[in-house]
């Protein structure tokens, strides 16, 4: 299964590309129909669609099997081509993508994580797929997080992952610092407890690792303030609702633990795969993650997969819920909107091809067993076969997720906040930026900032 581009969703936004008006996303050359299209693709000749998200060079094995995936889809289906397929690593790169959107580039078919879709949405840069809907035969089974992708009714793209917050850690250093790895942590001051032991082991060390910026840092704020039973913004969407006993709790904890207990090391953590590598190294204890979080350590970073395991977030009252999936753009004709979409559902949806490929990915000695992607009905046909296949074909210890399934049965999952959750998350960055940076951080005056920039922010955008 491949995971690589999974939470490359945190991280930095340029805020400029925000604002852009849905006359600013058009699709690259390539994925604009010649003149006399609708004519060509009734006369079945091959009908151009983009992509991207597709595995880069340097992961041999997942680009082999993606690009083996185009050619059988392609043969399966005559008459579409794809074109082009850009790489990418992570898969959303913001950089990149709002370059993209700015100049009018993106693919046919494009990667959108949750935070995005909402904003792409109202400003009119994903097309309605509403219409097409009976191109994805395996949509009625898909769960509720098909609502991610709906506005007044109608429907802009389709959930291809979700996922649920957690606490990863490394099975090797509980047992080096005489801790009990079948046994972490259940409350934030086991956490605490934990990590400096861990810490403790000698120098290089970090007991728990945290983001700190390019809006990982508020992305995680989020997940624990969710956690601890509290909100990043009001139910209406129009203020910030972190200013709170329980977003202090959040800031307090994380202060403590890198200047009280120096258990969390001095370096900061950016983008996505800079905590990534860090866990992978094999001297970091604990981070908040995914249960997917596990493969990526493995496949892209060279981590040993046995060494890790996924418990429940401490203390959750609710878990954050995120996760992806892929949009066309708007200058798609409606023969592109229909490949794209059986593009979607042959690599994404559809049981033992593309990523729910469970019997390839054994065969190549790839985690098989996860209790993810979390997409379908309790029951439904599509789902039954993706479990049956999972756990048929299962290579990993069950072990390594009980803790988190059974911790998180019966806990709310919760949105991000709203279409504008990235910039809301680079605004939150700088106070987990400052409690991990200045021993004297003053995390009543940071949260009131922030608030203040939070509510100015959703004031403006109406």
Known sequence: MRRSGYRETMGALLVAGLGLSAAACGSDESARPAQGAGATAAGNAPVSISINCVPPKTNK?????????????????????????????PCYEPR????????????????????????????????????????????GDLNGSTEIFKKDGRVYGVPTDGYGMGLVYNRKLFTQAGLDPDNP????????????????????????????????????????????????????????????????????NLKQMRWADDSMGSRLFIKWEDLMKAMAGGRMGMMLGAPDVLVPLRNDFQARFEDYAVAAQPEAKALLNGGKGFMV???????????????????????????????????QDYPVGQPYPDLWKAGSATGTQVLDARKQYATVDPAQYAQWVEGSKGLPAKPEPGPYAQEIYAILDTPMSAVLTRKDADVDRLLADAEAKVNALLAKKG
């Open 61 to 89: 094995a997942e680009r082999q099997n993606f690009e083996d995936d185009m050619a059988e889809f392609q043969k399966l289906n005559p008459d579409i081509k794809i074109e082009k397929a850009s790489d990418a690593f």
């Open 96 to 139: 990149t993508f709002e370059a993209k959107l700015a100049g009018g580039r993106l693919e046919t078919v494009f990667y959108a994580n949750f935070p995005n879709v909402g904003r792409l949405m109202e400003s009119g840069q994903a097309a309605d797929i509403t219409p097409y809907l009976d191109t994805v035969k395996t949509y």
């Open 185 to 252: 942590p259940r409350t934030w001051a086991e956490v605490r407890a934990a990590a400096k032991r861990i810490a403790a082991l000698g120098p290089g060390y970090v007991g728990f690792g945290e983001y700190s910026g390019g809006n990982t840092g508020g992305w995680h704020f989020t997940a624990s303030i969710y956690g601890h039973g509290g909100d990043a913004i009001t139910p209406d969407g129009r203020k910030a609702a972190f200013n709170t006993p329980e977003g202090r709790a959040v800031l307090e």
């Open 329 to 363: 753009n708007p200058r798609a004709t409606p023969e592109q909107i229909r490949a794209g979409l059986k593009w979607i559902e042959f690599q994404y949806l559809t049981p033992g091809r593309g990523q729910l490929d469970y019997e390839r990915a054994r065969s």
